[in-house]
Structure formats: structure tokens, C-alpha cells
């Protein structure tokens, strides 16, 4: 305290500290680096609660059943933080693996894309985690898709708030693009032709419409005889659909 009065006579220490608790992560290690002064305030552990608490269920970590019950950690909270950054890394590192392994020849069979995001499921990563490790541009954008729509039907994140995070991250205009095969319907004692829908989105227009969500989620299944993701060529269409013969 007396070196903040020493160092910032004109800015109070709580008028500091104030500040530093508004920032993130990443934010608050550069502030950390500015100065001797700031990065003793960078390691406050009210900092890095406030940090813990937004980013995870910090009660399911600690092996908490209340937040009543909540104990700070022994480590420290910005310890606490660290570690469990480092293990959220690792865990999605195990996700990002499975599709690349998945999709070689850049593109991804709904059954491996479903299994992408019940991974993220398993792995109990939340939206900042996903912001952070798989919304990246130098990421297969089939990455940031399973990041998207798991963040949407499971985590149940408001797409609006999906969509603002796609945009800082600046991957909301990268495109897949998804087909679908369908049986052919009965008419009149005939079966028609099957049918073949294709349709080139950005990532924002996924976040933004049912259709390609509801596909991705239903997977092939009923009516739906296969379905897959992959990185459009320069030829694909915005949309497009058609019959092929039985």
C-alpha cells in the first residue's frame, strides 16, 4: 500500500485494484508487466477469484457442494487459475486431435463431429474456454464449428453472445460447408429420387439459423441417410439441391 501511495499518488489504491478486477486474463498479465507496482497488484487474489469464479464452476473444482462451503484454495487463486488453464488446454488439445485425425481430407462426418463436441461435453469446458482454445483462426474452421455449436445446444450460451465472440476472435466470416442426403419421399405408391442439399455458411450465419444447426445436431438419422462438414471449394454454392437416381 505505501508504494502505491509512493509510485500513484494520483491513483488510489482501490481506484486501482478496481480497474485491474475489470480486466481479463490476458489483459491483467500485460498490466502485470508494466510496472514493479502493478504487478504486485496483478497477483491479488481478489483478482483472480473474480476470474476463476466467471470462467468455471470453481465449486465442482474444489470438490465443493456449495458455494456456502466454498474455501479459497491452498495454492492461491491465481495459482488455482494457472492450473486449471493449463488443464482446460490440455483438454481441448484432446478434442482438437480427434478431428484433425478425423478430417484429413478436410472434411468430417456428422457422427465424428457429434462425438467432437459430446467430448467437449465430457471435458466440462466452458465458453471462455472454447473462446480461448477453439475459437482461433489458425484452427480448421471445422474446429471452430464443433467450438460454436457445442457452446450453443449444450452450453446453451445465447447466440447473440456466440455470435459477439466469433467476431472479437475474428473467425465469424470463415465458411464451411455442409451436405446432406435424404430419402426419397413415397408418392403414390413410388419412391422419388434421393436427395442432396448442400449449403455454404459462414460461422455466422450458423450461429444465426436453425437450419444447419438442426441437421447437425439430428445427424444422419430417419429420413437422413448421411450428412458432412467440410471446407468449401471456390465452386460451391451458397446453396444448392438435387435428386439422384435410386
Not at 92 to 120: N, P, Q, W, Y
Not at 183 to 191: E, H, N, Q, V
Request: charged share 25%.
Amino acid at each position: 500500500m505505501n508504494q502505491w501511495n509512493r509510485i500513484h499518488n494520483s491513483l488510489p489504491y482501490d481506484i486501482a485494484l478496481k480497474i485491474a478486477s475489470s480486466l481479463q486474463a490476458s489483459d491483467l498479465c500485460s498490466l502485470g508487466s508494466c510496472s514493479r507496482s502493478w504487478r504486485e497488484l496483478w497477483g491479488s487474489d481478489p483478482i483472480w477469484e473474480r476470474l476463476c469464479r466467471d470462467r468455471w464452476s470453481v465449486q465442482c473444482m474444489l470438490g465443493e457442494s456449495s458455494a456456502s462451503e466454498l474455501h479459497p484454495p491452498k495454492e492461491g487463486w491465481k495459482s488455482f487459475y494457472i492450473k486449471w488453464h493449463h488443464e482446460m488446454a490440455g483438454r481441448a488439445t484432446d478434442v482438437v486431435r480427434f478431428v484433425e485425425s478425423r478430417s484429413s481430407s478436410e472434411s468430417l462426418e456428422v457422427g465424428d463431429h457429434l462425438k467432437a463436441i459430446v467430448g467437449l461435453r465430457d471435458r466440462q469446458l466452458g465458453f471462455k474456454d472454447v473462446q480461448i482454445f477453439l475459437f482461433k483462426p489458425k484452427l480448421n474452421v471445422l474446429i471452430n464449428l464443433v467450438g460454436l455449436q457445442y457452446c450453443i445446444q449444450w452450453l446453451k450460451v445465447p447466440a447473440e453472445h456466440v455470435m459477439e465472440a466469433i467476431q472479437s476472435c475474428k473467425i465469424s466470416e470463415r465458411q464451411v460447408c455442409v451436405k446432406w442426403w435424404k430419402l426419397g419421399r413415397w408418392f403414390y405408391g413410388f419412391r422419388l429420387r434421393d436427395e442432396s442439399h448442400c449449403r455454404r455458411v459462414s460461422l455466422r450465419d450458423v450461429a444465426k439459423e436453425d437450419e444447419v444447426l438442426w441437421v447437425l445436431h439430428r445427424g444422419a438419422i430417419h429420413e437422413v441417410l448421411r450428412v458432412q462438414i467440410s471446407i468449401p471449394s471456390p465452386s460451391t454454392t451458397s446453396w444448392s439441391c438435387q435428386s439422384s437416381q435410386t
